[in-house]
């Protein structure tokens, strides 16, 4: 699977040009049936979530229920001018809401798994640099060195206890 790196605005475009495609697909092939939008509405958050950059996880959650909003018009049903257009898509969002808040927890469980798995290997990362620096298994190796600035870092980190990393 391709793992492309969204920023947040490019998450945000990404998700609103899918579910534009998914409501003119839902249009010309089921009927404008708002039960196909809604699930095809939680692959699009689904895919949302996996591709925005671990920096803007944050934008996932945000972006994906205006993407829904945004590609439901063409489904909404609405007629008879704008204002007959605008009830069809406050219809539409007021009726299948549940498609909307499962997609939106979708997008913000995969987010928050990332977040959480990328914070879990930022520690392990830490505590496998302070190891190292503090004479344990990574350090065995630098000990035979001459010179240099390996036995000036360990002499000062030597007082430190582990509570202060």
Not at 41 to 67: E, G, K, M, N, Q
């Amino acid at each position: 699977m391709p793992r492309p790196r969204l920023t947040g605005l490019g998450g945000g475009l990404f998700a609103c040009a899918a579910m534009l495609l998914v409501a003119g697909v839902c249009w010309l092939l089921f009927d404008s049936s708002l039960f196909a939008y809604g699930l095809l509405f939680l692959p699009v958050a689904a895919a949302t979530a996996l591709w925005v950059r671990p920096a803007d996880l944050i934008t996932a959650p945000v972006s994906v229920p205006i993407a829904f909003a945004a590609g439901v018009w063409p489904v909404s049903g609405g007629s008879g001018g704008f204002g007959g257009e605008l009830m069809g898509v406050v219809s539409a969002l007021s009726l299948h809401a549940g498609w909307l808040y499962a997609g939106t927890l979708v997008a913000g469980l995969i987010a928050l798994v990332r977040r959480a798995a990328l914070s879990g290997r930022r520690r392990a990362a830490a505590a496998r640099r302070t190891a190292g620096g503090t004479g344990g298994a990574g350090g065995a190796g630098r000990t035979g060195r001459t010179g240099g600035s390996g036995g000036g870092s360990r002499s000062r980190s030597a007082g430190r206890s582990s509570a202060a990393y």
